[in-house]
């Protein structure tokens, strides 16, 4: 590479490194600004670059801002890392709490790579995946998410109630975000947590009011009453298509509800919409097990 050659990487270099908080990787230095090995090897012999972790160089020195340790942390663990945890809520401006030690999530098993705190998230989607000030970093909904599972209520509370000043709150998304990730240790939390956002379900009988209250304190709450493919469902999971029908024999005995019935159910299967039936009686009987029994089928 010649001078002219030299100047105009030194210049690309210098231009990315500012959009990127004074750091860069391995894989942009070699392969958007086209700089060999050994060139690398001499940039740093130079002071130009400064390693900071293995393959992530700081650029001109390394008085970093707090942002630009938190996308080095991001740099070091892969293309598909992502600020996460509490690192996460300081970059959110929903936590006070310093993001160091830095939290980074990566969607497979790494080995631990400290000062770095490494979470195996497996089940990111593209909805919990944000780009803030240039700093790949999980979903608000999804940080909120995941700091449900590590935090005092209080303090999860408290992180609600400032996204919502900074204008950040979304109730679809943080709904969406339960929905996806079935079982994760902080959903029950984070549904108390919102509740109060949430308006009140549209129920019609005592029944569909004491179902409810199970599935939302299993932390499973269902929309009630909500029409899809031009049916009226009792229950209904709209996130993976599955509905409940809550049954007593005073609204629904006879031969011919019994055969509408049987036509409602086919009608759903034929719009993919999986269904099963809880009566009156069982719920009464076991309530827990109705409870577990839909969460299995949910989960699958």
């Keep these: 590479m010649g001078v002219k050659g030299t100047q105009r990487s030194h210049d690309a270099l210098a231009k990315l490194a500012a959009r990127q908080h004074g750091v860069v990787s391995i894989r942009q230095l070699t392969g958007r600004l086209g700089y060999s090995e050994s060139a690398v090897g001499r940039a740093v012999r130079a002071g130009r670059l400064h390693r900071l972790y293995r393959g992530v160089f700081a650029v001109g020195h390394t008085n970093l801002s707090l942002k630009g340790e938190c996308l080095a942390a991001v740099l070091a663990c892969g293309p598909a890392a992502v600020l996460s945890h509490y690192s996460a809520g300081w970059l959110w401006g929903i936590s006070k709490a310093k993001p160091a030690p830095f939290h980074v999530s990566t969607p497979h098993h790494r080995r631990g790579r400290p000062p770095l705190v490494l979470h195996h998230a ?8 944000a780009l803030e000030d240039g700093i790949p970093v999980t979903s608000l909904a999804r940080t909120l998410l995941d700091l449900a599972a590590m935090v005092r209520f209080g303090w999860l509370r408290r992180m609600v109630k400032r ?3 900074l204008r950040l709150f979304d109730l679809r998304a943080i709904e969406s975000a339960l929905e996806r990730n079935l079982g994760h240790h902080g959903s029950r939390p984070l549904r108390e947590a919102i509740a109060i956002y ?7 009988s005592d029944l569909e009011d004491e179902f409810f209250a199970l599935m939302e304190k299993a932390g499973l709450p269902p929309r009630m009453n909500f029409v899809e493919a031009g049916f009226e469902l009792d229950a209904y999971w709209p996130e993976h298509r599955f509905a409940v029908e809550l049954d007593v024999y005073e609204t629904h ?8 019935d049987r036509e409602r159910q086919e009608e759903l299967m034929l719009a993919g919409i999986d269904m099963t039936r809880v009566t009156g009686h069982r719920l009464a009987r076991e ?3 109705v409870v577990r029994r839909v969460a299995r089928l949910l989960r699958r």
């Design 122 to 129: 497996r089940g990111l989607v593209a909805e919990d995946r």
């Design 163 to 165: 996204s919502e000043e």
């Design 198 to 204: 949430c308006p009140s379900p549209f129920t019609r």
């Design 253 to 260: 005995g006879g031969r011919e509800s019994f055969e509408s």
């Design 287 to 289: 309530p827990d097990e």
